[in-house]
């Protein structure tokens, strides 16, 4: 949506503007020949850098996205007087208030086109009332055609038909989508029902067996369980959002390796840790992962489908518990390859 403001002009672009490495020519100000990539595009976060010509890059986080105005000159006493008789330099002027009005009202418009968008895709969202309730029949007899020669998970997985077990990760799958945008355009659903008692170690050797079967080699993927868990714990329905999204996100971005669901309970929590193989992810993005629309970049360049919303929502749930959730990546050597054991920890309490 960023991208659409600045494309479409509805905020003055007077300087150049890269949005995630991305490009957008100022209508005043141009990008500057000499300047490298090196000089514009930083790894940190939010802040602004002078580079070897003078000029300056100042970058926010907006959205999720990170926006850098380059190419500027901003005048200040720590600059030399033959900076400031320097023609080139001079005609790139501007001032720190002017960009920090240009950042304020790029976060006004996105902030606002945003509610706009949501109030529309919410009216529109509860529309499909019916469509939801038919998708949840369809994995009610789905489960039911699965269980109906044995009691037994495991057994009636296994010697399902490949149609069948297709059908019942398709029913699955639908509803975990549906129940995240119903959570993201409702927060509140978080807490709807009563909160349950729950074998939560039965609730992810399920996912397991879900994700063992899929006719896409990118979405297969071992799971390892390790740990025990001995006690129920109280949670929400919506609470299965929480492992699932992870063990999809782990799939998706592993790039060598199973992903390993590991328990680690105490006498006062129960820490479920789901860790896979992938690119290292930059300790400024980690602290990003669970805003909205945040995607890394690593992610982009995979090109792998995906919203930016999944973790976005599952934080709402997570703090709908009071549960905590973390992110981690440590590098694995040889450093060369840049992999990283990615993991997700959430503390169930």
């Given amino acids: 949506m960023i991208n659409s403001i600045i494309e479409k002009r509805i905020i003055d672009v007077p300087w150049p503007v890269y ?17 490298s990539k090196q000089c514009i595009l930083g790894d940190n976060d939010s802040g602004s850098k002078i580079c070897e010509h003078g000029l300056s890059h100042i970058t ?14 901003i005048s200040s006493e720590n600059h030399s007087k033959r900076n400031r008789r320097n023609q080139l330099l001079m005609q790139r002027k501007a001032s720190n208030e002017a960009i920090l009005r240009w950042f304020s009202e790029l976060e006004h418009k996105v902030t606002s086109i945003e509610s706009l968008m949501k109030k529309e895709a919410k009216h529109n969202f509860d529309q499909f009332h019916e469509f939801v309730k038919w998708a949840r029949e369809i994995a009610y007899y789905s ?36 129940d995240t945008a119903a959570l993201y ?6 807490t709807f029902g009563r909160k349950k008692y729950t074998d939560v170690y039965s609730m992810i050797h399920k996912i397991k067996l879900i994700f063992s079967h899929t006719s896409r080699s990118r979405g297969r993927a071992d799971i390892e369980i390790k740990g025990r868990v001995n006690r129920n714990y109280n949670i929400y329905e919506s609470f299965k959002i929480v492992p699932l999204s992870l063990i999809q996100n782990a799939i998706k971005y592993k790039k060598t390796g199973n992903v390993e669901v590991v328990f ?20 400024y993005e980690i602290k990003h992962l669970f805003e909205r629309g945040f995607r890394a970049k690593e992610a982009i360049r995979m090109s792998v489908d995906g919203s930016g919303l999944g973790l976005y929502v599952l934080k709402i749930v997570t703090d709908a518990h009071n549960f905590k959730v973390q992110a981690s990546s440590t590098p694995i050597l040889p450093l060369n390859k840049k992999l990283a054991r990615n993991s997700f920890t959430v503390t169930i309490s």
């Avoid at 009636?156 to 297709?166: G, H």
């Avoid at 355009?185 to 978080?190: D, E, V």
């Fill in 185 to 190: 355009f409702n927060p509140a659903k978080a």
């Fill in 60 to 73: 926010r986080r907006i959205g999720g996205k990170l926006i850098t105005i380059s190419c500027v000159y």
């Fill in 264 to 283: 680690d309970e105490s006498d006062e929590n129960l820490k479920m840790t789901v860790n896979s193989v992938g690119s290292e992810i930059p300790e």
């Fill in 143 to 178: 489960e039911r055609l699965l269980s109906k020669n044995t009691k037994s998970t495991d057994d009636a997985f296994s010697k399902a038909s490949e149609d069948l077990k297709s059908l019942y990760k398709i029913s699955v799958m639908l509803l975990d989508s549906l």
């Fill in 19 to 35: 949005i995630d490495g991305d490009l957008y020519e100022g209508d005043k100000i141009k990008l500057y020949s000499k300047c």
